[in-house]
């Protein structure tokens, strides 16, 4: 995981940046190609994934609590990264098993690749039906309680748009 502040004595992790070093590397090689630091990175991606600072919501999606001392909502509302099933990091998560997929279909590793896919799909399928407002059109940023949090974010919604998680009958026309 990515510590807050390096070097520094804040050495906890930023969970959801640390969620884009799966993007951020698919992004590098996209722009370079130089697949030897993907390589040599993927290990960390994976461990990301895989860290004992997520926890897992009743649903499958992950919380956000402490551990995983999560930064992109503290702007809007400091609440919204400690919700259940937190609509934010739902989004990174896709969005790290797709880039994640992306790293091992290209060093021809497919099962490895066909499991992010298929968890990357699952959690979305999750998303949608846990946390999308059919009746309002967003994202629920999480759950309170068993109950969507009552106030409005765009962080899920905008993360939603930018990594294509939304189903296509759901897009924006």
Known sequence: MIPCVVPAYLRKPHGDFSLLYAVWLRDYWARTGD???VRDCLPA???TLNS???????????????????????GVNNGIR???ENGPVAILRIAAHRAAADHYETHGQPANAAQ?????????QLA???L????EGRFSPGTLGGHHFPHTSPHTDVLALAFGVLPPHLEPK
């Open 35 to 37: 697949l030897t630091v």
């Open 45 to 47: 991606a994976e461990a």
């Open 52 to 74: 004992e600072a997520w926890t897992n919501s009743r649903s499958d999606l992950w919380d956000g609590d402490e551990r995983a001392r999560l930064f992109i909502c503290w």
């Open 82 to 84: 400690l919700l259940a």
């Open 116 to 124: 992010h896919r298929n968890r990357a799909e699952t959690v979305r």
């Open 128 to 130: 949608v039906e846990r």
């Open 132 to 135: 999308w407002l059919a009746g």
